[in-house]
């Protein structure tokens, strides 16, 4: 190969990276809209976090348990366009996760990158787990929650460079919407805080109004949240909180879940991106000018996390999930590539490309299928929910259901049906007294209803005889006919 055939095959490679990286944000949106085909189109029912959108958009409340109201007030205003079910749920999230990508995409255009490095960097956050597998397989409320985490984050950056009042109480209502769409949101505006005192950008008045903006926009749910506190924490066994050991043990605990958790999301993408772009020592292609204000970034991730093992070590909680940090990492890959920057050459970033295409494939291919099949043998999703309703005659009326699984996949399937359920017992459907109870079995263990479903009933002024209930049982679907789903029905008597 001659010396010029060298050089026009690099720069074709080169042009073939640019090109990319130009498409990039198009190629992410392509990918969701074939998400949600892949969504809508599958078999089977929806999971737990999907199903209790079922039930909680049945009626506008200013809260609906352990989690804050914003989702469910965009997934109803969702459902009136679509119609309660697949669509509308499919839509509401994907739009989120594409917003979280392009999100992190103009972020980086912010803090000095160029179409290359911001590519990367968009793409890098597919490497977090918790995000392009969890999120869409199972999460609804921390869709949201880390959407509005990478654009609070644009907001706070853009509010630095122009120290404008109208940015900074843009900053401040995202960041209470943010609050109002998952708790631990929280410990995000903490770590800003942080930022504002750290970086003498933002330590001013403003900050204080957009502080201020936040509570005012988070007050009327925070305040429901108070008054129903017993319903606010009714979650809070899943943070292990121990009480009875030493401070030592249970802030070791604590620490190593937090560990755990942090290397669970980021690991992967820290691997990854350090191997295709600092195993060389030689700086490549300028990949954009790092700007300042990417230290804003990086110290509210620093700020939150800190914050976080206050909260454990105060607390007593020894548990961390994976997916609880998640809109706290999410900037982590994207703050990692600006530091990369001068490794970016073009034929490093294609080899990345490649990384994130079979990613993407993987995800497209492995979506579909999880739907059909779940994390369980036989999966929840797979349930015969349409088979068992016919066979007991279950169309419409006002149900009282043993849990908001089972509630929002019957409402899934009958759309007319309303359903009342002890995880969400502030629901004001009206109607009179229920017509129903249903209760079910995953696999035949006998009739006698939930505990939690017995003591419910006993909030009404009439609960029926649940001794005597009608019975179905209907097999999973193949491969999986040896298993059995039982639902069991009473009639509501005074």
């Known amino acids: 190969m001659t010396q010029a055939e060298e050089i026009a095959g690099q720069a074709a490679r080169t042009e073939w990276s640019d090109t990319l990286s130009r498409f990039a944000p198009l190629v992410i949106i392509a990918f969701f809209v074939l998400q949600v085909v892949s969504r809508v189109t599958s078999p089977g029912g929806v999971g737990l976090d999907e199903a209790e959108q079922m039930v909680a958009t049945q009626t506008l409340e200013l809260g609906y348990g352990a989690q804050p109201p914003l989702y469910t007030w965009l997934q109803l205003a969702v459902f009136q366009l679509t119609g309660p079910g697949k669509l509308g749920l499919a839509l509401l999230k994907h739009v989120f996760l594409a917003a979280t990508y392009l999100g992190i995409w103009v972020l980086a255009r912010q803090l000095g990158a160029n179409r290359m490095t911001a590519a990367v960097a968009m793409f890098a956050t597919l490497l977090l787990p918790s995000l392009s597998w969890e999120s869409q397989r199972a999460l609804t409320h921390t869709v949201l929650a880390t959407a509005l985490t990478v654009w609070t984050m644009n907001a706070a950056v853009y509010a630095a460079r122009t120290g404008q009042m109208r940015d900074y109480v843009l900053t401040g209502v995202i960041a209470g919407l943010g609050f109002i769409s998952k708790w631990n949101f929280g410990f995000i505006i903490a770590g800003l805080l942080v930022a504002c005192l750290v970086r003498p950008e933002l330590r001013n008045r403003k900050a204080l109004v957009a ?215 502030k629901l004001q459907l009206g109607g009179g007294a229920p017509d129903m109870v249903l209760w079910w079995s995953r696999d035949k263990t006998g009739a006698a209803p939930l505990a939690d479903l017995q003591r419910y009933l006993g909030t009404f002024d009439a609960a029926p005889d649940v001794g005597t209930p009608a019975e179905v049982t209907v097999p999973y679907p193949a491969p999986h006919a040896d298993r059995m789903f039982s639902l069991y029905r009473v009639e509501w008597s005074q």
């Open 211 to 425: 502080l201020g903006a936040a509570l005012l926009v988070s007050a009327v749910p925070v305040i429901w949240a108070v008054g129903n506190w017993h319903l606010t924490t009714a979650t809070a066994y899943k943070f292990d909180i121990d009480t009875e050991s030493s401070f030592v043990a249970t802030s070791a605990s604590a620490l190593a879940s937090l560990v755990k958790g942090i290397a669970s999301i980021a690991a992967l993408a820290i691997v990854v991106l350090l191997l295709v772009f600092r195993t060389s020592r030689t700086p490549g292609a300028d990949g954009g000018a790092r700007q300042p204000e990417a230290g804003i970034v990086e110290l509210a991730m620093l700020g939150a996390i800190g914050f976080v093992v206050v909260a454990m070590l105060a607390t007593g909680a020894t548990t961390v999930e994976e997916r609880w940090l998640l809109p706290i990492l999410v900037c982590l890959p994207m703050a990692l590539t600006l530091r990369l920057m001068p490794w970016l050459t073009a034929a490093r970033v294609r080899w990345f490309f490649g990384v994130a295409g079979v990613v993407l494939v993987a995800i497209a291919i492995a979506y579909p299928m999880n739907m059909r099949r779940g994390k369980s043998n036989p999966s929840y999703q797979s349930a015969p929910f349409e088979a068992s309703a016919r066979a007991l005659g279950i169309e419409t009326g006002l149900a009282v259901v043993s849990g908001t699984y089972l509630a929002g996949n019957l409402r899934l399937i009958r759309p007319e049906l309303k359903v009342l359920t002890p995880g969400m017992p």
